[in-house]
Nanobody, 124 residues
Framework: QVQLVESGGGLVQAGDSLRLSCAAS?????MGWFRQAPGKEREFVAA????????AYADSVKGRFTISRDNAKNTVYLQMNSLRPEDTAVYCC????????????????????WGQGTQVTVSS
């Protein structure tokens, strides 16, 4: 079993930055960040492989968000810069129970463990 606990959300203005953290207990492989806005489906944001040498991003956040991990702390981060009102959502980190091929990183159905989420609100 893997437990995931997110932190770092909050209320910011457009153009500001936030860094989210996801602390994991148990063995992890690749990890991902997803978000869900009110009335919308949960969508992929970013993912990172076990070593941290490969990352993937949704087109909507590419160039603004950066995913990273510290394996010594078993923690994954999401640095969010140039935030926009459309980035407002509950952000959840997720982890699969086995290694995933890179082609599956964006598919939420492959992730078995989910955190409770942290709210990010961006005002205009």
């Amino acid at each position: 079993q893997v437990q995931l606990v997110e932190s770092g959300g909050g209320l910011v203005q457009a153009g500001d930055s936030l860094r989210l953290s996801c602390a994991a207990s148990g063995r992890t492989f690749s990890m991902g960040w997803f978000r869900q806005a009110p009335g919308k489906e949960r969508e992929f944001v970013a993912a990172i492989n076990t070593s941290g040498g490969f990352t993937a991003y949704a087109d909507s956040v590419k160039g603004r968000f950066t995913i990273s991990r510290d394996n010594a702390k078993n923690t994954v981060y999401l640095q969010m810069n140039s935030l926009r009102p459309e980035d407002t959502a509950v952000y959840c980190c997720a982890a699969p129970s086995r290694p995933l091929p890179y082609s599956s990183y964006g598919a939420r159905g492959y992730y078995d463990y989910w955190g409770q989420g942290t709210q990010v609100t961006v005002s205009s």
